[in-house]
């Protein structure tokens, strides 16, 4: 068989072994992008259709309160779920830990529908979010593991961009469907119906990651195999998540940026879409938001792929623009956030009246720069290691701060702090995660991942973490 060159040093390289990918249908099935695809359609008919209702801001009702006590619940038990979700994913596997993960989502959509038949349901609501968070945590952490492992250092930023896309599509068909069964209303809240079609298509969803391949059958388009976790036991595996946080401690500068990434949702959704519009002017925001997402992923992966710069030069470039947006999307939005409160009373805006236009473009802006942002935080990420079992690890601590930061923002929410505060500070918290990340991109981002950093990849079943010379010599 012939080699090819997976890590390097100054010292040397470490070659890893070809595989033959398999050829016709079996191949097409089992070939990265397929089964990417797939993980996207997974997160498309779960966290899609939680993302639609709600950005429909309160989950589609009329008094958003009950709806932020259970974003509460949901990211206080994801944020502790996900820390040590790497942990579980790398014990059972990242299908099964999918599968586990996925079942919530059905749940929650149901209390929304138990509501609007119960009135008096939202202590059941806020139990569903709580459980959602702990399926939440599972599934976002396998799915990190999986569309950061499948493609090469090249390929990177399209596998991220190609899953978000589908992701976000189904933000973008459960936005249609709502938008299509409210566009006659005027009221404030959504009907049954919306949340019938919307427990549906989760349902179906819990199904797609029982027919994924196998992970430890997954070769990438250069013959290299995706190196799967091995540990054999709970205490190995959680010496890794502590071995992860000692041999690479730059992970820490990328946590400011990891717990901003949720906490504008709560005003975006809650104290702009739904603090401003009527449901039919709400549907219609959170339909092009989600298409924003799409465009915002495919523009900002693209850019971190450029195959004519360097992987830092990438980087940096990236980092640019999330800063320009940064500004751009937030000066914007001030002007109209400064003419209107959470107490005064404000006659809310209808697609037919003066001036909409500019306040659901200014809402395109916001999709994009969110999508900027993830994709952005996720391919930061990849660039610091290939090894499945680490990055299961980064995107449970990814996860984990991520719903650290929503849970304070839906908190304030839900004890009505005023909306330009809540506004300044997502605003200050998205420019102190870039501040963060700029020394760890400068330190860290290397123009290849070599061996010396993958010291998970180097641990072996009892614990011990192999020199690289050691690896080499065995290679």
């Not at 429909?56 to 709806?67: A, F, H, Y």
């Not at 038990?77 to 979700?85: C, E, K, L, P």
């Not at 300044?424 to 290397?446: D, N, Q, T, Y």
Request: glycine share 10%; proline share 3%; with cysteine.
């Amino acid at each position: 068989m012939a080699d090819a060159e997976k890590y390097s040093s100054d010292s040397g390289s470490h070659r890893e072994e070809i595989f033959e990918r398999p050829k016709g249908l079996k191949g097409l099935y089992a070939h990265p992008v397929t089964q990417v695809a797939m993980l996207g359609f997974v997160c498309f008919m779960g966290p899609g259709l939680f993302n639609a209702l709600n950005g429909l801001g309160g989950g589609g009702q009329l008094d958003t309160q009950t709806s932020a006590n259970a974003n509460v619940a949901l990211y206080s038990t994801f944020a502790v779920m996900a820390f040590f979700a790497g942990t579980v994913n790398n014990m059972i596997g990242p299908r099964y830990t999918l599968f586990m993960g996925s079942m919530g989502y059905s749940l929650y959509v149901g209390s929304y529908l138990a509501l609007n038949i119960h009135p008096h349901a939202g202590a059941f609501v806020i139990a569903a979010g709580a459980i959602l968070g702990i399926c939440a945590g599972l599934l976002w952490t396998a799915q990190g593991s999986m569309m950061l492992a499948y493609p090469t250092e090249q390929q990177k930023g399209r596998f991220i961009g190609i899953f978000w896309s589908i992701f976000n599509l189904g933000g973008v068909v459960g936005a249609s469907v709502s938008l299509g069964t409210n566009y006659h209303s005027e009221a404030g809240a959504v009907g049954n119906s919306t949340y019938i079609a919307f427990l549906v298509l989760t349902a179906i969803g819990v199904t797609i990651p029982l027919l994924m391949v196998n992970p430890n059958e997954m070769i990438r388009v250069d013959g290299t195999k995706v190196a799967t976790p091995r540990h054999p036991s709970w205490k190995t595996e959680l010496l890794g998540l502590y071995v992860t946080l000692r041999t690479d401690p730059m992970i820490l500068l990328l946590f400011p940026m990891f717990f901003a990434s949720n906490w504008f949702y709560t005003w975006q959704f809650n104290d702009y879409n739904a603090g401003l519009f009527n449901i039919r002017a709400r549907a219609l925001n959170n339909l092009v938001y989600w298409i924003a997402q799409v465009i915002g992923s495919v523009a900002i992966g693209l850019l971190l792929d450029q195959p004519r710069l360097t992987r830092r030069v990438r980087a940096f470039a990236g980092w640019t623009v999330l800063f320009l947006m940064v500004f751009l999307v937030h000066i914007w939005a001030y002007f109209y956030q400064k003419d209107y409160t959470r107490t005064d009373g404000h006659v809310l805006v209808d697609i037919y009246d003066k001036g909409y236009a500019g306040y659901i473009l200014c809402y395109v802006f916001m999709g994009i720069l969110d999508a900027m942002w993830q994709t952005t935080s996720y391919w930061l990420m990849g660039a610091m290691s290939n090894d499945a079992a680490k990055l299961a690890h980064f995107a449970g601590f990814y996860k984990s701060l991520q719903s650290a930061g929503a849970a304070g923002a839906w908190r304030a929410d839900a004890v009505k702090i005023p909306y330009m505060n809540i506004f300044i500070s997502e605003w200050v918290l998205l420019v102190a995660g870039l501040v963060f990340a700029l020394p760890m991109m400068h330190l860290r981002v290397k123009n290849q991942t070599t061996l010396e950093e993958e010291a998970l990849a180097r641990m072996d079943d009892t614990g011990r973490i192999a020199p690289v010379e050691e690896v080499k010599a065995s290679a």
